[in-house]
């Protein structure tokens, strides 16, 4: 009988979590399961709390119950449906979204989940697109670039508003008792693997890229906290401390009763967590520089590797051994995607189309893919800006919304979606040119995430835009693939699997066969419009007119 060995990948995203069971030997996926957050985002009232606490606008909160009921549930789910024996388990690895980040005491156990904290909404997990940190986040521009502190070059020159140090300082200004009683600041990542070993190990990939660690230099001096804010001196020897540990390492082994709850071995062995959108690019196969992985999601990261450390502006960061050990990993994102789509699904779509989509019996949003499949580049004459959760590069500005533009009456819903779908292709072009613009080319282009396996149209116009072939990741679940990799890689060849994650990528790492190729005459109309799109935005985004950030301002 066949007994592969296998890794259990877990990928916690924005809306869900889910496990893949994969064997190691060929990459193959053997079992997979989805757990979606019971309580989602928490963006209007706490969970179970009494109706006075209210969540604040422009903020995004998790309950980190559901991150344990990803592990309880996925876990145990995806075993008996491969019928696989915890003996057959060598790894398990995870990956999450970052900067996504909660207050905990020693012992890791979350704040908010002790009566004392729970109705205090600095208490609960702070999720990656939690936008309210602007003021904190002035802050800490406005005193890096007067100390000209060397390092923000390697940040694109400006600290974004999801990172853990604008978020740690709005809990020490908004919350100063959530401050002093939290043991430790974690990034959520880090937090489960705590929990799954009893040790806090604290991922290279994620304190690089959201904490400003640096693999030969460690965080910022003391001194740089201080200028902040006096109380956040030692931050990094109290609420950050914990040994920062390149990826491809072992965090540690499964406790007892972790084991046991999830039907795994004790000791397993688990692996260093890794951002969810890096991860994909392990299980898209990719491990050479060159290539730029999209991972398109609730938002889009846009994955680089290089030989060569190059700091280029507008891009979230350049991080040694991120990704792949031995080269600089580069990020940059565009902070809604899907996300945008989901908003007009939510608030465009008149009852008639959803009606429609009923009969064919079709998904609203399978049904406004066909609708606009059948317009034409450029025949409805809008143009719109994705800006709806602001502009995370090149602009790096999350006081900026979103902007559709030319509508007339007889502007119909499917042409503003197809209009929002061309935005985030221009957006995902302009990322990609400002990384060409450095002296990081550009020679193959990767899809990877939920949307490109969902949505072809979305595809053909991302290749039209950027005139590029693009290859897709052959799986729905690639940064769970990732999260398995890092675990064949944690048990390591003695243990049944790889001993370098390049060596565990290019077995179970994989793409689909065919390609997204670029149409000629569809490549010539995007290329007017997306002089259009940058015009625009050089216009509303760079200084020419602040006017949507007046009219945020306003609201
Ligand atoms: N057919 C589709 N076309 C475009 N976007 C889609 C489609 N179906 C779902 N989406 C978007 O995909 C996003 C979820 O992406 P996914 O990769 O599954 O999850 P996550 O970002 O949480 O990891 C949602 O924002 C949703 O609006
Ligand atoms: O900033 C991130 C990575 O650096 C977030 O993790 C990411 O943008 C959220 O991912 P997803 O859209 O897949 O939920």
């Given amino acids: 009988m066949n007994t592969p060995t296998c890794s259990l990948g877990i990928d916690f995203g924005t809306e869900s979590g889910r496990a893949v069971l994969v064997d190691v030997s060929n990459g193959e996926v053997l079992a997979s399961h989805v757990t979606p957050y019971a309580h989602g985002v928490i963006t209007e009232r706490l969970p179970h709390a009494e109706s006075n606490s209210f969540v604040p606008p422009d903020w995004a909160l998790q309950h980190p119950q559901d991150y344990l009921e990803v592990l309880y549930r996925s876990i145990p789910a995806v075993l008996q449906a491969a019928g696989v024996s915890a003996e057959q388990v060598i790894g398990l690895g995870i990956d999450f979204t970052s900067c996504t980040m909660l207050p905990v005491d020693a012992a890791f156990e979350p704040l908010c989940l002790k009566a004392e904290y729970s109705n205090h909404p600095h208490a609960w997990v702070k999720l990656w697109k939690h936008h309210s940190t602007q003021e904190e986040t002035d802050l800490l521009n406005r005193i890096t670039l007067e100390r000209n502190e060397p390092w923000l070059k390697r940040y694109g020159g400006k600290i974004s508003s999801e990172w853990m140090l604008p978020k740690c300082l709005q809990i020490l200004h908004e919350a100063p008792e959530i401050y002093r009683d939290a043991a430790y600041f974690i990034e959520a990542g880090d937090w489960i693997v705590a929990k799954l070993i009893g040790q806090l190990k604290r991922s290279g990939c994620m304190a690089g890229f959201k904490s400003f660690w640096h693999e030969a230099e460690g965080y910022p001096a003391p001194d740089f906290f201080a200028a902040v804010d006096p109380r956040l001196q030692s931050i990094t020897d109290t609420k950050l401390s914990g040994e920062v540990v390149p990826l491809g390492n072992q965090a540690g082994t499964l406790l007892p009763h972790m084991a046991a709850r999830l039907g795994l071995t004790p000791g397993l062995p688990v692996a260093i967590s890794m951002i969810d959108a890096h991860a994909a690019v392990l299980g898209t196969g990719v491990c050479t520089p060159g290539k730029l992985v999209m991972v398109m999601g609730t938002s889009t990261c846009h994955l680089m590797l290089s030989e060569k450390e190059i700091c280029v502006p507008g891009i979230s960061g350049v991080v040694k051994d991120s990704i792949i050990p031995g080269l600089y990993g580069y990020e940059a994102g565009q902070s809604a995607v899907g996300d945008i789509f989901a908003w007009f699904m939510k608030q465009g779509i008149p009852v008639q189309i959803i009606e429609e989509a009923a009969k064919a019996q079709m998904s609203v949003q399978d049904w406004m893919e066909r609708l606009a499949s059948e317009l034409k580049p450029g025949e409805s004459g809008i143009l719109a800006l994705d800006w709806h959760n602001g502009n995370r590069s090149p602009l790096d500005d999350a006081e900026l919304t979103g ?64 005139n590029m072939e693009i290859k897709v990741a052959d799986s729905p679940f690639t940064p769970a693939i990732g999260a398995a990799i890092l675990g064949s890689v944690a048990a390591g060849e003695a243990g049944g699997g790889y001993k370098t994650i390049q060596d565990a990528t290019a077995v179970m790492g994989k793409t689909k066969s065919g390609v997204f190729k670029p149409i000629p005459e569809h490549v010539s109309i995007y290329e007017t419009l997306y002089k259009e799109y940058s015009t625009l935005k050089t216009y509303f985004g760079e200084g020419g007119n602040d006017v949507l950030k007046r009219l945020k301002r306003m609201k």
């Fill in 403 to 466: 902007a559709i533009f030319g509508m007339t009456l007889r502007t119909r819903p499917h042409e503003i979606y197809r209009a929002l779908l061309e935005a985030t292709a221009f957006g995902a072009r302009s990322i990609m040119e400002t990384f060409r613009n450095n002296e990081l080319p550009v020679h193959e282009l990767y899809a990877a995430g939920g949307i490109p396996q969902r949505n072809r149209l979305l595809m053909q116009i991302y290749s039209d835009v950027m």
